[in-house]
């Protein structure tokens, strides 16, 4: 059963030159329970397709498509139904989340301000609350201080309990890891596990650009490119199998250890993503894809390649999704 379903999905930029297509018709699912992983390359769109479906603020403009969580179509809402789903059936720790909370409040009253607006008692939460900072290694002394004396990694672990608070149906983790070092995105990844098994979410959306770390946690991935999406599957399909040009780009492009940079055939991806204001008819990739050929002028739908789903013109013998 699906938590979330996508269709179409269009998200732009207003700018001074034009429509920044960031999230450009994309479609996909998040089955209840799972973890779906999304990545793809700085700018591809992963964090407005996030916050799309969370917090829409100017200049980031709906222009098309729906967005399902249960029967709810968050497009179509105004700011005050979106405020009471918002932390209860989808929520989000946002990319910088260090940053995210209001510096000019106590913790505490952040997270009172939080409950009253969910119509739901402090008092009643505190125990929950305390039980929820230990098991993040906090200790309840910090509802008394300000974010600002708090560390980075506190304020980001912080965040990570806020967001889950009210027990939402879907959690969106944007970049979570990429400002830690290594041992402590190890710490993060099962901390985010924990939670999910102790059903502080149903499904978890866990965006990253670190393809290694989404092997870790996902269940499935979806590989984004310039807005759309270039792949969906199975991770270890994705892995063991990847279809998509770019997404066999990205895998090949991993470094691993014990191979000596010179040693390797390692290859970064030549080029540069297309100006998403300057979006023209052809397949996005095609300027960057060895195997682009004279059918990428056209830009590809979504085939169906056994449990894989996969917009390029390689695979139109399979079943159009
Ligand atoms: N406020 C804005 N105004 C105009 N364009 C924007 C704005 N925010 C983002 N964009 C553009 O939208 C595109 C997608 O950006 P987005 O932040 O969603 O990418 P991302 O995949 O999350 O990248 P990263 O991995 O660096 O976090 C980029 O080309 C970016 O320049
Ligand atoms: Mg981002």
Redesign the pocket.
Known sequence: MEILQVKDLKLY???LYGM?K??DGVSFTVRKGETLGIA????????????GLVLRKP??VWCGGQAFIEDTDLMNLDEKSMRKLRYEKISIIP?YAMDALNPTKKIRQIIQDLLKEHKQRYEEKQELLTERLTLINLNKKILDMYPIELSGGMRQRLVMVISTLLNPKLLIS??IT?ALDVSTQKTVIQTLYQMKKKGFMDSLIF?T?DLSLLYQIADRVMI?YA?KVAEIGEIQDIVDNPLHPYTRALIGSLPRIGVRYHETKLKGIHGY?PN?LKIGPACRFKERCPMAFNKCEENPPIFRVNAQEVACWLYEEGERV
């Open positions: 930029y207003k700018t920044a960031a999230v793809g390359e700085s700018g591809c769109g992963k964090t407005t397709l996030g916050l200049p980031m990319q944007d970049e990429s965006i650009h984004m807005g993503p998403l």
